[in-house]
């Protein structure tokens, strides 16, 4: 009997010294599969930081930015087996607060950092005055236009105004340069909020007042019925109502559209000549204003990352958060993605080549309209898309397809 124990002690032992001391720690993480940072530029972002954080290992998911919200909701209640680490979109931190999927991480910034970021990327991450991440994506949308094709058309410059674009496309049209000058994401998504949004801050409008719907009125109407007319004329591609992002992209990068909204992904793609026929043709200035009321326009479309408050490994999480938010990778990345940090738009890594984004990016990020902070956000845009697309469809005018939504968001809470 004693031989047995000694046997199984010495086992035992050769046991342990063929285990690894330590096991690794497994981060994971959920990211979104279009526009601004690549796949490929998350997974270069994350082997860097493994090779920075010996012992740490993060796994990286992607998903269609349509199935995001969903993504991460679904992931809340599965305990040790849901995500350390989330990318979610400025939208969502009051729904996210008040249901406790992210935790708060106020005490861990450190406030020299907050002067030195741009105020619409805080935004993201805030929310009743306490931080739940922090900002990674700063964007908006910017027009594009086609030089080739305007110059053709006698134009000497692009739109300054919503009017001047209408009455360009209309020239462009005539001279049968193009069928459809303007194109769109007017699908029934968030994408079709995220462009009536700029149009809503150009015309001066609001979504809110006082809690209450007030999109039924001023600005926000005009918005929908500018975007009616450029259908009407004939100047916007019908099946931008079908469009997502990446249709826009791909139609403008085709010589398809003299115009187009997108976000300050597209600039670099659309210069590509491996993947656009009109690189070095791509012009980008502010989305337009009106006359009287705005000089330009800009929704805030910026995105954060943030731990979710079931996350087994908090502390590496944020080292992940910070590590990917920090100015020397944001500059390293920052040809499909501006940077959140102001320092980075004298850096010639990050303003070289292009130029022109980031002067338009000067007006642009200083203005951006911020869709409504509330925690009933996604109902109110699932409202607001299925009115607004039917008054793009002819189904209602603008004026009573926004009525019907606002006696609807009435009751949301």
Same mark, same amino acid.
């Given at each position: 009997?004693h ?5 199984a002690?010495?086992? !035992? ?8 001391a ?27 930081f493994?090779?920075a ?7 990286? @998911? ?11 909701v ?10 350390d ?84 496309? @209309? ?21 079709l ?52 992002? @990446? ?77 990917l ?20 738009y ?8 292009? @130029? ?16 409504? !902070? ?16 039917? !008054? ?11 009525? !019907? ?8 809470r």
């Open positions: 009997m031989f047995k124990i000694l046997a002690t010495a086992l !035992a032992s050769l046991v342990g010294l063929s285990a690894p330590f096991a690794d720690t497994q981060l994971n993480a959920l990211f979104m599969s279009q526009a601004a940072y690549s796949e490929a530029d998350v997974k270069a972002m994350t082997a860097d493994e090779k954080n010996p012992g740490v290992k993060v796994n990286v @998911e992607f998903v269609p930015y349509e199935a995001l919200h969903d993504k991460i679904a992931a809340a209640g599965a305990g040790d087996r849901g995500y680490v989330i990318l979610y979109d400025v939208i969502w931190p009051a729904e996210f607060v008040k249901k406790g999927f992210l935790k708060d991480v106020t005490d861990k910034v450190p406030a020299a950092d907050h002067d030195k970021i741009f105020d619409g990327a805080w935004t993201t991450v805030t929310y009743d005055s306490k931080v739940y991440g922090m900002p990674w994506i700063l964007d908006t949308k910017y027009l594009y236009y086609n030089k080739d094709i305007l110059a053709k058309a006698g134009i000497s410059a692009p739109p300054k105004t919503w009017a001047e674009l209408e009455s360009q496309a @209309e020239q462009i049209k005539a001279k049968g340069l193009v069928k459809y000058p303007i194109v769109w994401s007017w699908q029934q998504a968030e994408a909020i995220c462009d009536f949004t700029t149009l809503t801050s150009a015309y001066g409008g609001s979504f809110l007042k006082d809690g209450k719907p007030a999109f039924q009125t001023g600005g926000a109407v005009e918005a929908v019925k500018y975007m009616r007319e450029t259908l009407d004329k004939g100047v916007t591609n019908p099946s931008s109502r079908e469009y997502l992002e @990446e249709d826009v992209r791909k139609v403008f990068s085709n010589g398809e559209a003299a115009f187009a909204l997108n976000w300050t992904y597209m600039y670099a793609l659309a210069n590509d000549p491996k993947q656009s026929k009109v690189a070095g043709q791509v012009g980008i200035e502010p989305a337009p204003g009106v006359d009287g009321i705005s000089k330009a326009s800009a929704v805030n479309g910026s995105m954060g990352l943030g731990i979710a408050s079931n996350s087994a490994h908090p502390d590496e999480a944020w080292k992940y958060v910070t590590f938010s920090s100015k020397d990778v944001q500059d390293k990345y920052a040809k499909l993605s501006l940077p959140i940090w102001k320092a980075s004298t850096e010639p890594a990050v303003t070289q080549g292009q @130029e022109y984004l980031v002067k338009a990016a000067d007006v642009s990020l200083g203005l951006m309209f911020l869709r409504p !902070a509330v925690p009933y956000y996604t109902e109110l845009s699932n409202i607001l898309q299925k009115n607004i697309h039917a !008054a793009l469809l002819g189904e209602d005018t603008p004026q009573a397809a926004l009525d !019907a939504a606002a006696a609807r968001a009435a009751r949301l």
